[in-house]
């Protein structure tokens, strides 16, 4: 399986990417790709328990008969983490960190000239 050059390419074609990882519904990733800047963050472990969300989201879905989880996104103060499935059992996570930081410093700014 040649999971990294895909990977490799979505982080180096999103702007502010950080980190991108073909993972399953038990937290652990087929293959990663981290750009160096964020090794001084917990992307790994955060990204193992969102797995754990994205997984009861799906189940909720599922007993509550409202169609199938495609995507789910989580923003915390430093990260945008986007999920999305790619088969029953598999998914794709990507980190975003600096484009969500620059659009939280420009909105005061936009704000001010509306």
Known sequence: MAFLPILQEIVRSVEGALACSVMGFDG??????QVDGAS???LQST???YAAI??????AAQLLKTGSVNEVSIN??????IMR?????????????????ALRIAAP???AEL
């Open 28 to 33: 652990i990733a087929v293959e990663s790709f």
């Open 40 to 42: 001084d963050m917990e």
């Open 47 to 49: 990204l193992v328990e």
């Open 54 to 59: 994205l997984a009861q989201a799906k189940n």
């Open 76 to 81: 915390s103060d430093q990260v945008l983490t």
């Open 85 to 101: 499935l790619v088969s029953p059992d598999y998914f794709l996570v990507l980190a975003l960190g600096k484009g969500r930081y």
């Open 109 to 111: 700014r936009v704000n």
